[in-house]
């Protein structure tokens, strides 16, 4: 009986031995084929990988942009208008330029997470224009000329926000 089992287990062990020596089934080119496939979609992950952080980065940096809010502050307000450029440039002479600058002002703004509206007002028994930039501080209305910078609190109006 000893013998026996002895016999089944070197049986057994060259049964396993001979498999393994003599492969699984596949030939050496789809296995080939197979290692190279592996390897590429393993390069596609890594690339797919790299390409979520970097927009997750993204997504990150624009959820502190948007949606855009008001200046929490007229001390903010004043700072982010000392190192906003438009009201460096040569004023303007016709109204429509004039209120592009405050359209910059305005897409400035917005890029920096900010919300700032841009108005004007005709006055067409003097033919003249007035523009503006206006936008929201501890719920207080406040403007500016954006080719001065020089802000302003409405007065006339109370809290709106």
């Keep these: ?6 016999g089944l287990i070197v049986a057994v062990v060259l049964g ?7 492969g699984c089934g596949v030939p050496q080119s789809e296995y080939e084929a197979l290692q190279a496939e592996y390897n590429a979609l393993n390069a596609d992950y890594e690339s797919l990988q790299a390409d979520y952080y970097a927009v997750s980065s993204e997504l990150a940096e624009m959820q502190l942009l948007y949606p855009p809010k008001d200046f929490p502050s007229l001390t903010a307000l004043n700072d982010w208008l000392l190192e906003n450029d438009v009201s460096q440039k040569p004023v ?8 592009g600058r405050a359209l910059e002002v305005q897409e400035d703004a917005l890029k920096d997470g900010y919300v700032v509206s841009a108005d004007y007002d005709y006055n067409s028994e003097e033919g003249t224009y007035t523009v503006w930039c206006v936008t929201i501080v501890n719920g207080r209305v406040f403007y500016w000329d954006p ?13 709106v926000k």
Excluded: F, N, P, Q
């Excluded at 009986?1 to 002895?6: D, G, N």
């Excluded at 396993?16 to 003599?22: E, S």
């Excluded at 080719?147 to 809290?159: H, P, Q, R």
């Design 1 to 6: 009986m000893k013998r026996l089992s002895w």
């Design 16 to 22: 396993t031995a001979i498999a393994l020596l003599a």
């Design 92 to 99: 303007t002479t016709y109204g429509e330029d004039w209120y």
């Design 147 to 159: 080719e001065t910078d020089e802000v302003l609190e409405d007065t006339t109006m109370g809290t």
